[in-house]
């Protein structure tokens, strides 16, 4: 049955601890505030990040509250590719804590997935957005900063490792030089998804009309350039994700006028192509456009910040926040096939998990707290509302 709608009693969740952590980011020094104990087992549960500074942890099946506890901080983008057991990972923005941290106060923030409590507060010196990314391995993540220097870092995610929260590696963020769109100082790199073998990285440049490949191998960056349909027009790449065999890199566009979405086909991690773009309803070239220019097909309706992969890498799930549905890509096809519409009212945020064995889809909501797609029926199945504006969801 639906908890569309209902709240959790707040009476009975006195018990629960919400003391506030008051965060500490002296940018360059990494903040250490709890150990982790080697035994420890996460509460195998759905993690909401919300924008009161809320953790809330709840059954995925039933909706039931397991913890809850105010952490300081919000982030609607956590690291959830793959995923360790002990630890969580978002990127954090200054302003985005209890206790605001002025310009530069980007950090990458680790969460330990027993106690919710900080165990690792790293300053990048991002005044613009930050991403991170661990590894299939869980021994190391890329993450990015932009503005005012644009950078990648490579930090230590063991927590059994004695460089842990540590940065391995730094370097500037190349790009292919300016001119870059609204007059930034640089490529501006947003969002981060990594290959199955943890070798490349692969990030949407937001104000480039760009991609770039990162391998943490060699430490070298290849940038690919797609150019907009519309030559007196500009486009820019925001967000993406890896099909897990690493074939596929599926990226929402800033395009102008309006957001467009494409599939680049990356099998090759030397030569990235894009084989698709779709523009959206009031786009004035809406439809579906070949790499050579070709428009074979009618657009697509919404647009949104983020998409998944299903596991059997057959359909991949757009989060359209301009609709408040979830588009689905047919792989094997390269097309949208179907649009599965949210409750009324219900307004998604952007960010999605798939539950352990694949078969559900969970995306947080602003209105309604997180929504499960069935992944066989593609059809909704319940919403939780917990009674905050969720912006981030990680399974466990």
Same mark, same amino acid.
């Given at each position: 049955?639906?908890?569309?709608?209902?709240?959790?009693?707040?009476?009975?969740?006195?018990?629960?601890?919400?003391?506030?952590?008051?965060?500490?980011?002296?940018?360059?020094?990494? #903040?250490?505030?709890?150990?982790?104990?080697?035994?420890?087992?996460?509460?195998?549960?759905?993690?909401?990040?919300?924008?009161?500074? &809320?953790?809330?942890?709840?059954?995925?099946?039933?909706?039931?509250?397991?913890?809850?506890?105010?952490?300081?901080?919000?982030?609607?983008?956590?690291?959830?590719?793959?995923?360790?057991?002990?630890?969580?990972?978002?990127?954090?923005?200054?302003?985005?804590?209890?206790?605001?941290?002025?310009?530069?106060?980007?950090?990458?923030?680790?969460?330990?997935?027993?106690?919710?409590?900080?165990?690792?507060?790293?300053?990048?010196?991002?005044?613009?957005?930050?991403?991170?990314?661990?590894?299939?391995?869980?021994?190391?993540?890329?993450?990015?900063?932009?503005?005012?220097?644009?950078?990648?870092?490579?930090?230590?995610?063991?927590?059994?490792?004695?460089?842990?929260?540590?940065?391995?590696?730094?370097?500037?963020?190349?790009?292919?030089?300016?001119?870059?769109?609204?007059?930034?100082?640089?490529?501006?790199?947003?969002? #981060? #998804?990594?290959?199955?073998?943890?070798?490349?990285?692969?990030?949407?440049?937001?104000?480039?009309?760009?991609?770039?490949?990162?391998?943490?191998?060699?430490?070298?960056?290849?940038?690919?350039?797609?150019?907009?349909?519309?030559?007196?027009? #500009?486009?820019?790449?925001?967000?993406?994700?890896?099909?897990?065999?690493?074939?596929?890199?599926?990226?929402?566009?800033?395009?102008?006028?309006?957001?467009?979405?494409?599939?680049?086909?990356?099998?090759?991690?030397?030569?990235?192509?894009?084989?698709?773009?779709?523009?959206?309803?009031?786009?004035?070239?809406?439809?579906? &456009?070949?790499?050579?220019?070709?428009?074979?097909?009618?657009?697509?309706?919404?647009?949104?910040?983020?998409?998944?992969?299903?596991?059997?890498?057959?359909?991949?799930?757009?989060?359209?926040?301009?609709?408040?549905?979830?588009?689905?890509?047919?792989?094997?096809?390269?097309?949208?096939?179907?649009?599965?519409?949210?409750?009324?009212?219900?307004?998604?945020?952007?960010?999605?998990?798939?539950?352990?064995?694949?078969?559900?889809?969970?995306?947080?909501?602003?209105?309604?707290?997180?929504?499960?797609?069935?992944?066989?029926?593609?059809?909704?199945?319940?919403? &939780?509302?917990?009674?905050?504006?969720?912006?981030?969801?990680?399974?466990?």
């Amino acid at each position: 049955m639906s908890n569309l709608g209902t709240q959790y009693p707040i009476k009975k969740y006195l018990a629960i601890a919400t003391v506030l952590i008051a965060v500490i980011a002296v940018i360059g020094t990494a #903040s250490m505030t709890a150990a982790l104990e080697g035994g420890e087992k996460p509460l195998k549960g759905l993690y909401l990040s919300s924008s009161d500074f &809320y953790m809330t942890v709840i059954d995925p099946d039933t909706g039931d509250l397991i913890a809850e506890k105010n952490v300081g901080f919000w982030s609607g983008w956590p690291s959830n590719q793959y995923n360790g057991d002990k630890l969580i990972w978002w990127r954090v923005r200054g302003a985005r804590r209890a206790i605001p941290i002025p310009v530069n106060g980007g950090s990458f923030l680790a969460i330990n997935s027993k106690t919710l409590e900080v165990v690792a507060d790293i300053p990048n010196g991002a005044a613009g957005s930050n991403f991170i990314e661990v590894a299939p391995n869980a021994k190391f993540a890329v993450g990015h900063a932009r503005e005012p220097e644009h950078r990648t870092y490579i930090i230590d995610t063991d927590p059994d490792s004695p460089t842990f929260a540590t940065y391995l590696w730094s370097g500037t963020y190349p790009g292919l030089g300016p001119p870059y769109v609204g007059g930034h100082t640089g490529p501006g790199p947003c969002d #981060s #998804s990594i290959s199955s073998d943890g070798k490349y990285y692969w990030i949407p440049d937001r104000f480039s009309p760009t991609i770039t490949a990162f391998n943490t191998v060699t430490k070298t960056f290849q940038t690919f350039s797609q150019p907009p349909l519309d030559p007196s027009g #500009s486009i820019e790449n925001s967000m993406g994700t890896v099909s897990r065999d690493d074939k596929w890199f599926i990226v929402e566009n800033v395009d102008q006028p309006i957001d467009s979405s494409s599939i680049w086909d990356i099998s090759d991690p030397t030569n990235a192509i894009e084989v698709v773009r779709w523009t959206r309803d009031g786009h004035p070239l809406i439809g579906t &456009y070949l790499s050579n220019g070709a428009l074979v097909k009618g657009g697509y309706r919404g647009s949104g910040p983020s998409d998944e992969f299903t596991f059997d890498m057959k359909y991949n799930f757009m989060v359209w926040t301009s609709t408040d549905s979830i588009g689905v890509v047919e792989m094997a096809k390269l097309e949208i096939v179907n649009e599965i519409m949210m409750p009324a009212g219900c307004q998604l945020a952007g960010a999605g998990d798939f539950s352990r064995d694949g078969k559900k889809f969970y995306v947080g909501a602003r209105t309604c707290g997180v929504c499960k797609i069935d992944v066989a029926t593609q059809t909704l199945d319940t919403c &939780y509302d917990i009674g905050r504006d969720v912006r981030g969801v990680v399974i466990k």
